[in-house]
């Protein structure tokens, strides 16, 4: 049932909660579960949402830090993986000078 859920909704992904995350949890454990997505407004400036995206990705195995479930985004997957809503202006701008767009 997982697997259709995963194709019809994609916004739907498998995932693995880390060892240890949870007191019970010793071994990882195989799951599914929504993207996390940064969602703004198109109010944002352009300015304002490249300079977030540029922190994010400037200080990426920080940010990775800031929770466990962090700890297993990758560049590449941020950008590809969850997204369920139009990228923003700024953070294309970072993206294409990162090479990631």
Known sequence: GIQTLIENF??????????????????PIDTFGVS????SS?????????????AVFE??????QLHPAFSSLTRDSMLKN?????????????????GLL
């Open 10 to 27: 994609p916004y739907y992904q498998l995932d693995t909660i880390p060892a240890k995350m949870y007191r019970s949890n010793d071994g």
């Open 82 to 98: 969850g997204l369920t809503a139009p990228l923003h202006k700024g953070a294309q701008k970072f993206y294409r000078e990162a």
């Open 59 to 64: 200080n990426f195995e920080t940010f990775k």
């Open 36 to 39: 996390a997505t940064f969602v």
């Open 42 to 54: 198109d109010r944002l400036s352009d300015h304002a949402a490249y300079h977030i995206v540029k």
